[in-house]
Each structure stands twice: as structure tokens, then as C-alpha cells.
């Protein structure tokens, strides 16, 4: 059964601190996303990664940072956070087109983070 | 700039059928579906290609108007499991970054 697992479903960190949030696929994927889930405006895309050390801009990067050193585990970073980026993250892995004709994510079952 | 869906929330008894829209300004390589229940991760459901491949569910299909831009997902026969919400993401270069729609959210009464 596939799996992409988060470190924490929920996280409390204080305003202008150093956040991590860890995901770790099992599928052999190459490509790992993170979003962010706010009410009313869906699924937004932070952060893309196709192969390790390899990553791309998202929508919405400003003020988050991504690391991915082995091929299973994508981390996003917030270097200091601040209260709107109080939100669900979730992350997500899918193959790399070509491989399979299907390229489906599959999603975490997300952190909420609240920055207080 | 995210698609845009349509309705923006759906209430249904059992058996009846929905249809969500989903609309972009911008070309479309592929379309993709997906569900979210409440407290859980989202679940893929359909991705739509360029050139009209298609895969799904059963009783759960869709359609991809490459001209206008356009998808839309039909759900027939309504079950209380198809409760949630669904997005729809748009990809517009083949590079699998998606997209999301704001969502639609559907709820199904006995």
C-alpha cells in the first residue's frame, strides 16, 4: 500500500521561529510537492522537487525554503514564521511522467500549523 | 491563476446525479480530480489527457473540452460516500505541476 507519512498532524510554533515539516514517501517516487490548504482557496503549490537536490518555485514560495537530500524525504522550511502562514501543509508524491502513464499524487495526511 | 469551479458548494439526496465545472483561462495539457473527505487527505480520482485519454471510477466520469478550456466531472447516481470536496487541477505544460481549483464541496443526504 503506498504511503506518504508527515512528522506531525499538528504543530503550534510562536511567531519568528525556525519551522520544519518532514514528508516521507515509500513509493520510489521522483517528484514531491508541498501546498498549503486554506479555506476557499483550495490547494496551493509552495514547492516542487523532481530528483534530489533538485527543486522548483511554486505559486506561493515567499518565505518557505525546501530540502531534499534523499529521494524519500521532501522538508519544507519556514525560517521564520509568522502568523499567516498559519495553515494545513500537505504533501505530495507522484512518479515521473513517462514511467507510467498515470501520474496520480498522492497525498499525506497533512500537518496544521498554527503560528501564534 | 487557478481555475475556477463551479458550483462552489452542491447539496444532493442519494441517487440524484451532480456535475462540477472546472475552467481555465489559460491552454490545458491535462486535468486532474480529486476528492477530499473531511480530515483526510485528498484522493485521486481521474486525470484527463490532451487528445481525449481518459481513466476513472465507475459511475464517476468526466469530460475535457481542450477549445474552451473546460472539464467537468459527473457524478451519477449519488452515493452518501461521494460526500466531500472536490478539486479539480490543471496542468499546462505536461511538467505535472498542478494547479488546484478552490473546490467544491458536495454533501449527499439519505
Known amino acids: 500500500d503506498v504511503k506518504v507519512t508527515q512528522s506531525s498532524r499538528y504543530l503550534v510554533k510562536r511567531t519568528g521561529e525556525k519551522v520544519f515539516l518532514e514528508c516521507v514517501q515509500d513509493m520510489d517516487h521522483e517528484n514531491m510537492f508541498w501546498y498549503r490548504q486554506d479555506p476557499g482557496l483550495g490547494l496551493r503549490l509552495i514547492y516542487f522537487s523532481y530528483d534530489v537536490k533538485m527543486k522548483e518555485k511554486g505559486d506561493i514560495p515567499e518565505g518557505y525554503s525546501v530540502s531534499r537530500e534523499k529521494k524519500e524525504r521532501f522538508s519544507l522550511i519556514l525560517e521564520s514564521a509568522s502568523t499567516n502562514q498559519t495553515s494545513m501543509y500537505l504533501c505530495?508524491?507522484?512518479?515521473?511522467?513517462?514511467?507510467?502513464?498515470?501520474?496520480?499524487?498522492?497525498f499525506g495526511p497533512g500537518t496544521r500549523l498554527t503560528v501564534t | 491563476q487557478q481555475p475556477v469551479q463551479s458550483p462552489q458548494a452542491v447539496i444532493l439526496r442519494e441517487g440524484e446525479d451532480a456535475v462540477i465545472n472546472c475552467s481555465s483561462s489559460k491552454a490545458l495539457y491535462s486535468v486532474h480530480w480529486y476528492r477530499q473527505k473531511h480530515g483526510e487527505a485528498p484522493v485521486f480520482l481521474m486525470i484527463?489527457?490532451?487528445?481525449?485519454e481518459q481513466k476513472g471510477h465507475e459511475k464517476i466520469s468526466a469530460s475535457f473540452n481542450e477549445k474552451k478550456q473546460q472539464s467537468s466531472l459527473y457524478l451519477t447516481a449519488s452515493q452518501l460516500s461521494y460526500s466531500g470536496t472536490y478539486f479539480c487541477g490543471t496542468d499546462h505544460q505536461g511538467a505535472q505541476k498542478l494547479v488546484f481549483g478552490q473546490g467544491t464541496r458536495l454533501t449527499i443526504n439519505p
Open positions: 484527463l489527457l490532451k487528445g481525449g
Open positions: 505530495a508524491s507522484s512518479v515521473l511522467a513517462g514511467r507510467q502513464n498515470s501520474y496520480e499524487q498522492y
